[in-house]
């Protein structure tokens, strides 16, 4: 069976489209389409179901997926590694929040680069889930670090973490609020409306992280719309300090601040708000050193993270 052939069968259902595959192949959509129906012909079964956006997979697809996926990706390492230069190192390719991996797990995996026999080189990429999720799928990165779990075969999740949310702003916020003994005697239903005055910075205007505080501890929507609304939860945190508003903001990212008190956290519920992240990786993969390492050592240091 001619492994091109294979290739573009694996990378047609990463992408889970025709069109994908071939932008990421650099072929024709054409092209790719003639490859996967003479891979279909030579097999005898159909691999794939057209629909109207991309296509599923049939369970002969999905069998065939499993199978060959891990080999090609081992052929791909091999080549990209070198066959003559021993001392060459490997590259290990991470995607993850910006945040959570500029602060977490670069500097875990740090500790794992070098030039001796079990070291390796490291790139990283920043995305949301879903862009980390179809690049890992797509064969572009060697661990991705999500949010959300992936769904399939193809992906193999582990719970690496959670990350537990504190609703925080500057001081002077917390003197006008009134924040202290007396809001946390207020039950919980009726503390809401304290903040709505509030001006909100937030990562999107969607407000993703004030709306999931806001329903579990509240259960209710925040009233206010975001006042600053920067990509970043590092310069949310910096607007926060500043004076702009109040956030919401993973604990270990803000711990600082709160120490030094240039924030204070504005409640305290019996059961903070938590969020769970995902390490990662291609299904067969951990069976190259490199990426088996790495994923190791990062549920390792994630033990000492909560």
């Known amino acids: 069976m001619d492994l091109a052939l294979l290739r573009t069968f694996v990378t047609v259902h990463r992408a889970g489209s025709f069109t994908r595959a071939a932008a990421l192949l650099g072929l024709s959509q054409p092209a790719v389409t003639s490859q996967i129906r003479t891979l279909e012909r030579q097999l005898g079964r159909p691999l794939f179901l057209r629909q109207a956006r991309g296509v599923t997979p049939t369970s002969i697809g999905d069998e065939l997926a499993h199978k ?150 509240f259960d209710s929507r925040p009233a206010a719309p975001g006042t600053v609304v920067v990509p970043d939860l590092r310069a949310v945190l910096a607007c926060a300090v500043a004076g702009a508003g109040l956030a919401v903001l993973p604990r270990y990212l803000c711990a600082t601040a709160l120490a030094r008190g240039d924030v204070v956290a504005l409640h305290e519920p019996a059961v903070p708000p938590l969020r769970t992240y995902f390490l990662v990786v291609r299904t067969g993969t951990l069976a190259m050193p490199h990426v088996a390492r790495a994923h190791e050592w990062l549920l390792r240091a994630a033990a000492h993270w909560c």
């Open 68 to 217: 060959a996926a891990p080999h090609l990706d081992a052929l791909v390492e091999i080549t990209e590694t070198g066959l003559d230069d021993e001392s060459s190192l490997r590259t290990l390719h991470l995607a993850g929040p910006p945040e959570f991996t500029a602060e977490r797990a670069l500097p875990a995996l740090t500790e794992l680069t070098g030039e001796d026999s079990q070291g390796f080189a490291l790139r990283a990429s920043f995305g949301n889930a879903e862009e980390t999720l179809e690049g890992l799928a797509a064969g572009h990165h060697d661990l991705a670090i999500s949010t959300a779990r992936p769904r399939g075969a193809l992906l193999t999740a582990s719970t690496l973490c959670d990350e537990e949310h504190v609703l925080v702003a500057a001081p002077s916020w917390a003197r006008q609020i009134g924040s202290g003994e007396a809001l946390d005697a207020v039950p919980a239903v009726k503390r809401a409306p304290a903040f709505e005055h509030v001006p909100v910075i937030e990562v999107h205007e969607s407000l993703p992280f004030v709306s999931r505080y806001w329903a579990a501890v």
